[in-house]
T-cell receptor, first 113, second 113 residues
Framework: GENVEQHPSTLSVQEGDSAVIKCTYS??????FPWYKQELGKGPQLIIDIRSNVGEKKDQRIAVTLNKTAKHFSLHITETQPEDSAVYFCAAKEDFGNEKLTFGTGTRLTIIP | DVKVTQSSRYLVKRTGEKVFLECVQD?????MFWYRQDPGLGLRLIYF???????EKGDIPEGYSVSREKKERFSLILESASTNQTSMYLC????????????FGPGTRLTVT
């Protein structure tokens, strides 16, 4: 089955700086890669996703890049703000017939004011 | 807005008790999922269901069972709770298909003593 590794496990950045979280996956059949954000006391919420036919996707201050050859994808947050402090999870989905998402182990991002 | 609700935010049970965790979604989603979240291990899938009375094992089904008698409700059952089942339990729902968002409930923090 799919295996997703996520790094780093914790990340602290100064407010206004950029943050990058990286994930690798094992199954070349995976074709959908979402990122979820979990704020304190809440369930995870989708913030951005990318499909395997796209190399990069942006939504305001967040972007995701995908390298299918190397089997890795990354989340980039620019101009970080205190409300970006949360736990972030990457995930991968194997194929069209499989409803399962395989999640990474999470990154706790702390924005230092 | 999609809403996924879980019956309890916090639950304390004794070893050997039978425990029921209930999840209800209000958006007529076919898919429902149960995960457990542990520090350093991310989100691990216990069971999921893609239709009423249908269920499939996830990555860590041992010690758990599920029930889905109605489309909107998905129950997780711990037949005989053990201390190693102390964890945060998250329920999610989604539409079927290759690209979809999972909507999560707020979670139930279960402590087994």
């Amino acid at each position: 089955g799919e295996n997703v590794e996520q790094h780093p496990s914790t990340l602290s950045v100064q407010e206004g700086d950029s943050a990058v979280i990286k994930c690798t996956y094992s199954d070349s059949a995976s074709n959908y890669f979402p990122w979820y954000k979990q704020e304190l006391g809440k369930g995870p919420q989708l913030i951005i996703d990318i499909r395997s036919n796209v190399g990069e996707k942006k939504d305001q201050r967040i972007a995701v890049t995908l390298n299918k050859t190397a089997k890795h994808f990354s989340l980039h947050i620019t101009e970080t703000q205190p409300e970006d402090s949360a736990v972030y999870f990457c995930a991968a989905k194997e194929d069209f017939g499989n409803e399962k998402l395989t999640f990474g182990t999470g990154t706790r991002l702390t924005i230092i004011p | 807005d999609v809403k996924v609700t879980q019956s309890s935010r916090y639950l304390v049970k004794r070893t050997g008790e039978k425990v029921f965790l209930e999840c209800v979604q209000d958006m007529d989603h076919e898919n429902m999922f149960w995960y457990r979240q542990d520090p350093g291990l991310g989100l691990r899938l216990i069971y999921f269901s893609y239709d009423v009375k249908m269920k499939e094992k996830g990555d860590i089904p041992e010690g758990y069972s599920v029930s889905r008698e109605k489309k909107e409700r998905f129950s997780l059952i711990l037949e005989s709770a053990s201390t190693n089942q102390t964890s945060m339990y998250l329920c999610a729902s989604s539409l079927p298909g290759p690209v979809y968002e999972q909507y999560f409930g707020p979670g139930t923090r279960l402590t087994v003593t």
